[in-house]
């Protein structure tokens, strides 16, 4: 953080007046942030040595995803030393997989549900090919999470910001060993992609694995599904039999077209790649990440429109539909036919609208993942109780309705609200809130003002429901209920900690991934007002963000709690509570996460100032709260990483 003092932009102040006992959800914000905080360098030291390596051994992302949320921690008013301890995690993380290093060349081999071997699959300090099953965007953009962070949390850290440029360069062309995007047709040249360039050519057990699903390499246990588990060969192959692989001819063959028809060409998944790009374009202003993002985007917006508004999982090397299959629009990498159906292909659809929205202002982006949503929607069944069943998957029969007896097959579902909830943060439209509502009233399975969480909390959506009743003015208690929920799961991951007396031998054994104490979603939603990030890639979401003028970082001062308790597309309702008794407290509030929505006026109690300015100073005696609305006007700046003390561009020391 800087060392002299900063200038400060201009900016309206207001000051606090009422003086009263603190509410139940600030003291649980702050008891919350303090447990995960105390926590963190409890993991850190219990389960990685002293240069930041876990002792654990697993899949590269995994690594990333153990301390992936602690700057955002830091950011929302953590304690410093997140940062330096996500850092040096991080920067471990990169040292272990270097593909120069051979480090833990004693330790390859190991076991985490089936046998695996240790891949240094870093190269240039980004995902290489070495393990291509990480080098698709499921997988990156869970791992990239970590590195996302490090902008939101401080963003003058030179090293960072190269990362950021040269990341971006695999996947706008400005890297000759990666050469990942054909610029004249648009399209990420393969599902699987790297700082080594595009993956095109599958041994036979990932063609097996990528086919059947499952692991099949040294693992007699392996039991092959369906084709169709993460990708098919359909219509070119419409029935392949059990045991190709065991048949030199028939796998060369099979080995062949699933090069042809999987790996040659672009996947809806990749959208994810947006994040990377935009994640650049915050630290820099640079307009051709920006314009690359849009061009992307936008080809992906034109593909849905010709698909009758359902986003395609597949096109060809030069930008067709179904180019390689004789136009079946389904059938990619993890698309509409695997058995993960909507799932990953939504969470890099919801991203990268998000992105292209967040960098353009423009909300005609937002329609492709409109009319993909409506298409499931509009094809669902009602039961005999009015519950409505979405299908998620389509097959060569059409969209399926259930009857497969393997249950990794998605049968028809309640559609989630989370894509559809992050739709309504960006709009704040009638239209994508009627759309919530629908889904509300075909649940009659759900208590909607429940508080639960996914068993993987990483890629929980379950909070969204509660949070959207809370906004629509159906669940007051929500946020000390969700508060409550939150600081259970981190207290029972603290005790786990805390019980945990083995000694580094036994934890090197046991291999099991360390219990992350630290966990954000509900602090996000309460604080910033949206929700939480989509896991696999995506960037903060915020209608407001906080900075401490007096320290001049990031983040709530001490002991000051925030909760968004209104949203709506020209406003948002502030609470702000200083749980100090002798201390005052003075704070900046952003209209974004990144700056991009402007505040137009100010109002608490009978006062009402017009501002115009993208921040505002609040000053919080000490035991005094206030509630400010203030009028919004949304997406109209460029979004950047920069402080509000930073003026119009991020002060990297060193280029």
């Given at each position: 953080m800087p060392t002299a003092t900063p200038k400060m932009p201009e900016m309206p102040s207001v000051t606090a007046s009422q003086i009263s006992a603190p509410p139940t959800w600030a003291l649980l914000q702050r008891k919350l942030m303090s447990l995960m905080e105390q926590a963190a360098p409890v993991m850190s030291l219990k389960y990685a040595d002293r240069g930041g390596t876990w002792y654990w051994s697993d899949d590269m992302d995994d690594y990333y995803e153990r301390s992936g949320n602690w700057c955002l921690l830091y950011a929302l008013g953590g304690g410093e030393h997140l940062v330096d301890l996500a850092l040096k995690h991080w920067n471990a993380t990169n040292r272990l997989f270097d593909d120069r290093d051979g480090n833990r060349?004693?330790?390859?081999?190991?076991?985490?549900?089936?046998?695996?071997?240790?891949?240094?699959?870093?190269?240039?300090?980004?995902?290489?090919?070495?393990?291509?099953?990480?080098?698709?965007?499921?997988?990156?953009?869970?791992?990239?999470?970590?590195?996302?962070?490090?902008?939101?949390?401080?963003?003058?850290?030179?090293?960072?910001?190269?990362?950021?440029?040269?990341?971006?360069?695999?996947?706008?062309?400005?890297?000759?060993?990666?050469?990942?995007?054909?610029?004249v047709h648009k399209v990420i040249r393969s599902p699987i992609n790297s700082s080594q360039g595009p993956y095109l050519k599958a041994t036979l057990n990932e063609a097996m694995?990528?086919?059947?699903?499952?692991?099949?390499?040294?693992?007699?246990?392996?039991?092959?599904?369906?084709?169709?588990?993460?990708?098919?060969?359909?219509?070119?192959?419409?029935?392949?039999?059990?045991?190709?692989?065991?048949?030199?001819?028939?796998?060369?063959?099979?080995?062949?077209?699933?090069?042809?028809?999987?790996?040659?060409?672009?996947?809806?998944?990749?959208?994810?790649?947006?994040?990377?790009?935009?994640?650049?374009?915050?630290?820099?202003?640079?307009?051709?990440?920006?314009?690359?993002?849009?061009?992307?985007?936008?080809?992906?917006?034109?593909?849905?429109?010709?698909?009758?508004?359902?986003?395609?999982?597949?096109?060809?090397?030069?930008?067709?539909?179904?180019?390689?299959?004789?136009?079946?629009?389904?059938?990619?990498?993890?698309?509409w036919n695997s058995s993960y159906g909507y799932n990953r292909l939504f969470h890099s659809l919801n991203l990268a609208t998000e992105c292209a929205v967040l960098l353009s202002g423009d909300l005609s982006y937002t329609e492709m993942m409109r009319t993909t949503i409506r298409a499931l929607i509009d094809n669902s069944e009602i039961r005999e109780d009015g519950h409505m069943l979405t299908p998620v998957r389509i097959t060569p029969e059409g969209w399926y309705r259930g009857g497969d007896p393997?249950?990794?097959?998605?049968?028809?579902?309640?559609?989630?609200?989370?894509?559809?909830?992050?739709?309504?943060?960006?709009?704040?439209?009638?239209?994508?809130?009627?759309?919530?509502?629908?889904?509300?009233?075909?649940?009659?399975?759900?208590?909607?003002?429940?508080?639960?969480?996914?068993?993987?909390?990483?890629?929980?959506?379950?909070?969204?429901?509660?949070?959207?009743?809370?906004?629509?003015?159906?669940?007051?208690?929500?946020?000390?209920?969700?508060?409550?929920?939150?600081?259970?799961?981190?207290?029972?991951?603290?005790?786990?900690l805390m019980a945990d007396d083995r000694d580094v031998p036994a934890i090197i054994a046991a291999n099991e991934e360390p219990p992350n104490p630290v966990i954000t979603k509900v602090l996000t939603q309460t604080m910033l007002g949206s929700p939480h990030s989509v896991y696999h890639g995506g960037l903060l979401r915020g209608t407001v963000r906080y900075f401490d003028k007096d320290l001049v970082r990031p983040g709530l001062p001490a002991d000051v709690g925030a909760l968004v308790d209104m949203l709506a597309a020209d406003a948002v309702g502030v609470q702000l509570v200083n749980l100090s008794r002798n201390q005052s407290r003075c704070l900046i509030v952003q209209a974004g996460a990144f700056g991009e929505h402007e505040f137009t006026t100010l109002q608490h109690g009978e006062m009402t100032m017009t501002v115009n300015s993208k921040y505002f100073e609040v000053r919080l005696p000490p035991s005094s709260s206030i509630r400010i609305q203030a009028g919004l006007r949304r997406f109209v700046n460029d979004p950047s990483y920069a402080f509000p003390w930073h003026g119009s561009s991020v002060p990297v020391p060193f280029k």
């Open positions: 060349a004693n330790h390859l081999e190991y076991t985490h549900g089936v046998a695996k071997t240790l891949k240094h699959s870093i190269h240039n300090e980004y995902f290489s090919l070495a393990h291509p099953g990480d080098a698709e965007w499921h997988h990156m953009g869970e791992g990239n999470m970590a590195f996302y962070d490090f902008g939101v949390a401080d963003p003058t850290i030179s090293e960072n910001a190269r990362r950021a440029r040269r990341f971006a360069g695999f996947y706008i062309g400005e890297d000759d060993e990666a050469k990942n995007y054909d610029p694995d990528y086919l059947h699903g499952g692991t099949s390499l040294n693992n007699p246990a392996w039991k092959p599904r369906k084709p169709g588990t993460r990708s098919s060969l359909y219509p070119i192959v419409k029935d392949l039999e059990f045991g190709w692989w065991d048949d030199p001819e028939k796998s060369e063959k099979i080995i062949g077209l699933f090069n042809d028809i999987i790996l040659n060409g672009d996947i809806a998944a990749n959208l994810s790649a947006t994040g990377l790009v935009t994640n650049a374009y915050l630290y820099t202003g640079d307009e051709r990440y920006k314009q690359w993002v849009l061009d992307y985007v936008g080809v992906w917006a034109e593909r849905t429109r010709q698909n009758n508004g359902i986003i395609p999982d597949n096109v060809g090397p030069t930008g067709k539909i179904g180019e390689q299959r004789q136009g079946v629009w389904y059938g990619g990498l993890y698309g393997d249950p990794v097959m998605l049968p028809p579902q309640s559609l989630r609200v989370y894509e559809p909830a992050h739709l309504y943060h960006m709009t704040m439209s009638q239209e994508d809130r009627a759309t919530i509502i629908e889904l509300r009233e075909g649940d009659k399975e759900r208590d909607w003002n429940e508080v639960t969480f996914h068993p993987d909390e990483r890629a929980d959506w379950q909070t969204e429901y509660s949070r959207f009743q809370y906004y629509e003015g159906l669940n007051p208690d929500w946020p000390v209920k969700a508060l409550t929920a939150q600081y259970q799961q981190a207290l029972e991951r603290h005790e786990r």
